[in-house]
């Protein structure tokens, strides 16, 4: 059982997404901001009952192109990170 968890970790850990960089863009109520300077940004996993598993979560704070200070929370504001390549 010890064993299960640990695998279970391993491949969450596993799926973690990259960190957030200049030049990605975060898209949430409407509004696509590009990012061009990061003050803070964490990923943390969240659970509930319909993901036992967990699932990545992003907190950001950050400047965007057009100079206007950030804070998104991806568990309050929804949206997601769109990755530059």
């Given at each position: 059982?010890a064993?299960?968890?640990?695998?279970r970790?391993?491949?969450?850990?596993?799926?973690?997404?990259?960190r957030?960089?200049?030049?990605d863009k975060?898209?949430?109520?409407?509004?696509?901001?590009?990012?061009?300077?990061?003050?803070?940004?964490d990923?943390?996993?969240e659970?509930?009952?319909?993901?036992?598993?967990?699932?990545?979560?992003?907190?950001?704070?950050?400047?965007?192109t057009?100079q206007?200070?950030?804070?998104w929370k991806?568990?309050?504001?929804?949206g997601e990170?769109?990755?530059?390549a």
């Open positions: 059982m064993e299960d968890r640990r695998t970790r391993r491949a969450i850990e596993a799926a973690r997404p990259r957030v960089k200049a030049g975060i898209k949430a109520m409407g509004t696509v901001a590009t990012i061009e300077s990061i003050f803070y940004q990923c943390y996993l659970y509930d009952d319909k993901n036992p598993d967990g699932y990545w979560l992003w907190d950001i704070e950050f400047m965007d057009n206007h200070y950030r804070h991806q568990f309050f504001d929804k990170v769109i990755y530059n």
